[in-house]
């Protein structure tokens, strides 16, 4: 069983920043392919970033290029979600989702932090 808890969401104005923090159990978290996701209030969710295991492999989706850097530290179980030059279209409930080895789907997933970014 994984459990994971997001934090650091809150209320910024445009052009502001943000770091989220996933705090994961589990023994075997250095496995796990990790990603943040969104979903805004009458959207679909997201994916908006993610990265393997290993931290090698990294992608975001394009409309959070050259902004959001994820990150892992597997000694501490935790993986971050640099949020800068925030817009307000970035506004969303923001998840943390964990994906096993050799999993297809994202099997574990956070309550979520709301990120609000006003003009």
């Known amino acids: 069983q994984v459990q994971l808890e997001e934090s650091g969401g809150g209320s910024v104005q445009t052009g502001g920043s943000l770091r989220l923090i996933c705090a994961a159990s589990?023994?075997?978290?250095?496995?796990?392919?990790m990603g943040w996701f969104r979903q805004a209030p009458g959207k679909e969710r997201e994916a908006v970033a993610a990265i393997s295991g290993s931290g090698t492999i990294l992608y975001y989706a394009d409309s959070v290029k050259g902004r959001f850097t994820i990150s892992r530290d597997s000694a501490k179980n935790t993986v971050y979600l640099q949020m800068n030059d925030l817009k307000p279209e970035d506004t969303a409930v923001y998840y943390c989702a964990a994906k096993l080895r050799g999993g297809r789907e994202y099997a574990y997933w956070g309550q979520g932090t709301q990120v609000t970014v006003s003009s």
């Open positions: 589990g023994p075997t978290f250095k496995t796990y392919a």
